[in-house]
């Protein structure tokens, strides 16, 4: 059990942030599927993408690492193995989805594992649809959890009116319907990050977009056949986020963050932060597939806002932080229509509100949300604290204690790794303290 002690203390700087995760999972199984080599810069050799990676190797992809983050995958062109044991998917909830939606339409009878933390993650979501295009699929244990097996069938393509957004649930169906036969429609009730549709496109898939309707014609079981190529992959803007809040509550302090991803799908805590009063400039070197640039952040004194609506599926993964804003902020900071916050790798709105309460801040709890009033002084709880084995709650704790008046603890740390493995190097090169104990 890792644990690092954190101290109080104002960020500054600049940081060139690790390769954007949910980018990287998605390349490794593009890749895969394509026909010859794939050159690949900026992948964040983190746990999640690694146990995609590993898991489409399983499948018969060949890779091998030049680099940490440098690495030529060759694709199966369509010749899929069945793997010779099951596919770990560590805590990877992206992988898991995708990859469910890929072997569905493959023919492939297959068992998907994870951890204890993945494991009570439900999959009813993407199973449900997945079924209605005829794939077959088994609870081992209990129903919608993992362990999950898929057995070998033939899919045909729906029309699916998705009830929550959810971008995972979306590209499974993408990745399914690639190997369907017919058309699959989806249809999403509000916008969701984008980065499957941008990859597909990039890799010549034709997609239908017509506002939040997106149409994919199946290639049947042989699948696409389309090429391998050379791809840059962006920084992680979420993993950008954590010193985004930081400087932006601290008057004078200044952020430079390079080569981070500016999807507009995926940037929606930039306004909500300029609502809240920061200073946020942000410079685009290259659209590409995805755009990317330079985000410029300056300190100031932020205040309280309401986050709701359509702009939460596009802000997801920074709602812990930004709860860490929202203590802050002079007023009141609201969240709502927030619930998916309760089945990631910790129920996110009960452990926030939980850690809030014991840092001085007054919080209400919702069913979906949280109402939280910002405090002039957080003051640090003298006990250990546990991160839930959660990545953004363990990153969220250490960015909330620079904001405080004492050291605390972080405890059960290492699920930092799956999307950041390099956040405590970065947060005492911007000038915090983390001591690993």
């Avoid at 983050?69 to 099951?86: Q, R």
């Avoid at 290259?286 to 939460?312: A, C, M, S, W």
């Avoid at 999307?419 to 001591?435: M, R, V």
Wanted: with cysteine; proline share 4%.
């Amino acid at each position: 059990m890792i644990q690092y002690k954190i101290f109080p203390r104002n960020l500054s700087g600049s940081v060139i942030l690790p390769g954007d995760k949910s980018i990287s999972q998605r390349v490794s199984i593009l890749c895969g599927i394509a026909d010859g080599q794939s050159h690949i810069s900026g992948f964040l050799n983190g746990h999640d993408s690694m146990s995609t990676l590993i898991a489409m190797e399983s499948l018969g992809i060949k890779y091998k690492f030049i680099t940490d983050t440098e690495l030529i995958i060759n694709g199966v062109n369509g010749h899929f193995k069945k793997p010779n044991k099951k596919l770990d998917l560590g805590n990877s909830g992206t992988g898991t989805r995708l990859l469910s939606g890929l072997i569905s339409g493959i023919g492939l009878s297959v068992e998907i594992i994870g951890d204890k933390s993945l494991s009570s993650r439900p999959m009813d979501r993407i199973t449900i649809p997945l079924e209605l295009m005829g794939a077959k699929i088994v609870f081992t244990k209990e129903k919608s959890t993992l362990p999950m097996r898929i057995i070998s069938s033939k899919l045909k393509g729906i029309t699916y009116q998705m009830p929550i957004a959810s971008a995972q649930v979306k590209s499974c169906l993408l990745f399914a319907g690639l190997y369907a036969d017919g058309i699959t429609t989806i249809i999403e009730p509000s916008f969701t990050r984008d980065h499957t549709e941008k990859l597909f496109n990039l890799f010549n898939i034709p997609l239908n977009i017509d506002d939040r309707k997106i149409s994919i014609k199946g290639f049947g079981k042989s699948g696409p056949k389309i090429k391998g190529r050379d791809i840059k992959i962006p920084g992680d803007f979420s993993s950008g986020a954590f010193w985004i809040v930081a400087v932006a509550g601290i008057v004078g302090s200044r952020l430079e963050i390079k080569n981070v991803g500016l999807n507009p799908k995926r940037i929606a805590l930039l306004e909500v932060l300029k609502r809240m009063g920061a200073k946020i400039e942000i410079k685009f070197q290259n659209k590409n597939y995805d755009p990317y640039g330079t985000i410029f952040v300056e300190g100031t004194k932020l205040r309280g806002t309401v986050i709701q609506g359509d702009e939460i599926p596009n802000l997801i993964d920074e709602l812990p932080i930004i709860a860490v804003a929202g203590s802050i902020a002079k007023g009141k900071t609201i969240i709502k229509g927030a619930e998916e916050l309760r089945f990631k790798e910790s129920d996110r709105i009960s452990v926030m509100v939980k850690y809030l309460k014991l840092f001085g801040v007054n919080v209400i709890e919702r069913k979906d949300g949280m109402e939280i009033t910002g405090v002039d002084q957080l003051v640090s709880p003298n006990k250990v604290l546990d991160s839930h084995d959660d990545h953004r709650i363990a990153m969220s704790l250490a960015i909330l204690n620079t904001f405080a008046n004492d050291e605390i603890t972080i405890k059960n740390v290492e699920c930092v790794n799956t999307s950041y493995p390099n956040f405590w190097e970065h947060l005492n090169l911007l000038g915090g303290k983390a001591i690993k104990l």
